[in-house]
C-alpha cells in the first residue's frame, strides 16, 4: 500500500484556507491545521466586547473551520517572535502598516519547522494569485516559497495550475489535475467550488483578517511610535488599540475613552497600568489615560472631555473620579467640553 501523505495547511478561518483543505482531504491527504496568533487579529476581540457587533458569531473562525473539515487545529502564539516583522519588514509595508509579504514568509516558515518536527510531507495554502496587491502575486509565490524554505514543498491548491508543479504534485501525492486556476479578486470561483463541496456557511471575506491592512489602527500603531520615540509595542498596547474612542488633545497624553458598556469592562482590567477618569455623578464611560507629565489643567481637560460623553453631557456640571495605581481616587467636578470645541484633530 502506497503511503498517506500528510499537509499541514494554514488555517486563516477564511474561506480560502477552508476550500484548499477540503482539496486535500478529498484527494485522501492527512491534514491538520495551523494558526499563528499574532495579536492583530480582527475576528474574536473586538466582536466578544462590544454589543455593535452581537450580531456576528462569537467564535474563532480557525476553530471553526477545522471542526467544520474535522481537522485537528495547532495554535501558535507567535507574539514575540512577530513583532520584528511588524517593525522592520524587509519587503516593506502595503496600503498600511500591513508588512504581508514578509507575514507569509514567516508564517510559511514557522510551518516548515512544524512540518518537518511533526514528520508531515507538504505545506498548502489558500493562496489566489492576484487575490491580493502585496503578497499575492505571481512574482512574490517564489519569493514566499524561497525565503520561507519550503521551496516546492508549499503547494497552493486553489491556483496551482497556474505556477509550476511543485514536488507533491511531481511524485503524484496529489493529482495535480484535481486542482484549481483560480487567479484574480473576484471570488465567485471559490463561492462556486464551496457550494460543490455543500459548505454552506463560511466568513465572508472583507479585506483580510489583520488590523494592520486597516488605516484607522494603523494611524493610531504610529501615533503610539511617534509617541514613544520608538518602535516598540506590546501585547496590552495592540489589545487597547482595538478598543475605544483615541483622542490625543495634548502631545503629551492620549485618551481612550470607552464606547459602550463592554469596552468599559474589559477596560477596568487596565486601571492598574493607567490614570484613569469614570464619571460618578452621571452613567458615562471608563477613560485611560495614557501619558506622561500630567498637569492639573491636562486631568481638568481630560474630565471634561470624559463628561462630555455621559449621560451629563448636557449638565452644568458632572462630578467624575479620578485615580491611578499608587493613589486613592479622587472627585473633581467639572463643566462637560460644548461638542464643539472637540477638535476633530484630536481624534486618532
Known sequence: ???????????????????????????????????FFTGFCVEGHTHSIRKKKQNKPQRNNSLWVAEQLGIKLHIVDIVEEYKDVVINPQHGYGANLNPCLDCKIFMVNKAREWMQAHDFDFIITGEV?????????????????????????????????????????????????????????????????????????????AGGCCFLTDANYSDKLKDLWAHRGDKYYELDDIMLLKTGRHLRPRANFKMIIAREE?????????????????????????????????????????????????????????????????????????????ADEIQQAWYL
Not at 491580493?132 to 524554505?149: V, Y
Not at 486542482?179 to 467550488?193: C, E, I, N, T, V
Not at 481630560?302 to 481616587?329: K, L
Request: with cysteine; proline share 6%.
Open 1 to 35: 500500500m502506497s503511503k498517506q501523505r500528510k499537509a499541514v495547511s494554514l488555517i486563516s478561518g477564511g474561506l480560502d484556507s477552508m476550500l484548499a483543505t477540503k482539496a486535500m482531504l478529498e484527494q485522501g491527504i492527512h491534514v491538520e491545521g495551523i494558526n
Open 129 to 205: 494569485i492576484g487575490q491580493r496587491p502585496k503578497s499575492q502575486r505571481r512574482e512574490t509565490m517564489p519569493i514566499i516559497a524561497n525565503e520561507s524554505g519550503a521551496d516546492d514543498l508549499l503547494l497552493r491548491p486553489l491556483c496551482a495550475r497556474n505556477l509550476p508543479p511543485t514536488r507533491p504534485e511531481r511524485e503524484g501525492w496529489v493529482d495535480r489535475d484535481k486542482l484549481f486556476d483560480f487567479s484574480g479578486r473576484s471570488r465567485k470561483p471559490q463561492m462556486a467550488l464551496a457550494n460543490r463541496y455543500n459548505i454552506e456557511e463560511y466568513a465572508q471575506p
Open 262 to 338: 463592554g469596552e468599559t469592562r474589559f477596560m477596568q482590567g487596565y486601571k492598574k497600568q493607567f490614570i484613569w477618569i469614570k464619571t460618578v455623578s452621571h452613567g458615562g464611560p471608563l477613560t485611560l489615560i495614557d501619558g506622561e507629565n500630567l498637569s492639573a489643567e491636562d486631568l481638568q481637560l481630560a474630565a471634561s472631555i470624559t463628561a462630555r460623553y455621559s449621560q451629563g453631557r448636557d449638565a452644568a456640571e458632572v462630578i467624575v473620579g479620578i485615580g491611578d495605581h499608587s493613589t486613592e481616587a479622587r472627585e473633581l467636578a467639572v463643566t462637560p467640553m460644548p
